[in-house]
């Protein structure tokens, strides 16, 4: 069973998502979480959006990190295998995507624009591929700063607004311009920079994909 806004300590005032979209958002990602090969439960740890985040975020022993919109939890689900004594969590909108969340890991029923979270509750803040869905992109950021701890690290991981139009999206889609996103989390943290991503090491970044670190 999975939490529904159960940690309300130091929550911010409620998001403005219009409860229709929400209500929206939320059937669409439950129905998706029936689509393995577009929505996929797991990752091949070898892939760079997964290295990325291992290296950055090193020796996670005794660690608290959440996963922002973490799907089926492919990403939370390798962070726990290849780290002993790390406390992940994994949020999202979708009951249906956090029913495939994989045991172990702390699973929360939520929006990323209103994380049922304590400020600087955790060590290391990730989001792959959901801040694109947030809508109030603003808000969600300064979410995922609010409860990093001081020195805490966080990474996002989201696509490029110079390749929009590549595929076909959601309504309330959007993707990022780097200096967006590197805006916004400069509001909270000290050492932002962004890089584009390419899946494979041997294979160099096309554009779509980008990554963003920051430290708080
Ligand atoms: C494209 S999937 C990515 C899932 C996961 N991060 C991954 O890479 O496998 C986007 C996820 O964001 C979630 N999501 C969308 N809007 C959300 C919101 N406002 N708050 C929390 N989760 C949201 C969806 O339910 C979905 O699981």
């Not at 979410?143 to 309504?171: Q, S, Y």
Request: a negative charge; proline letters at 4%.
């Amino acid at each position: 069973m999975w939490e529904r806004f159960t940690a309300r300590a130091g929550r911010s005032a409620p998001t403005a998502l219009d409860p229709l979209l929400r209500r929206e958002i939320r059937r669409s990602f439950n129905a998706a979480s029936h689509d393995e090969e577009h929505f996929p439960s797991t990752i091949d740890p070898r892939i760079l959006h997964v290295q990325v985040l291992l290296k950055f975020f090193g020796n996670l022993t005794d660690k608290s990190v959440l996963d922002v919109g973490c799907g089926k939890g492919r990403f939370a689900r390798v962070l726990l295998e290849e780290n002993s004594g790390v406390k992940v969590s994994g949020l999202d909108i979708s009951e249906e995507m956090l029913a495939c969340v994989p045991a172990g890991i702390y699973r929360v029923a939520g929006m990323m624009t209103e994380l049922p979270f304590a400020a600087s509750a955790f060590d290391c803040v990730y989001a792959t591929e959901s801040l694109e869905h947030a809508v109030e992109i603003d808000r969600a950021v300064a979410e995922m700063c609010r409860v990093l701890k001081p020195g805490g690290k966080l990474v996002i991981i989201d696509k490029n607004a110079e390749h929009w139009g590549r595929f076909k999206t959601p309504a309330w889609e959007r993707w990022f311009e780097r200096r967006e996103l590197e805006k916004l989390l400069e509001r909270d943290c000290s050492s932002v920079r962004s890089e584009f991503l390419s899946y494979w090491e041997d294979v160099a970044p096309d554009g779509l994909f980008l990554v963003w670190f920051a430290q708080k």
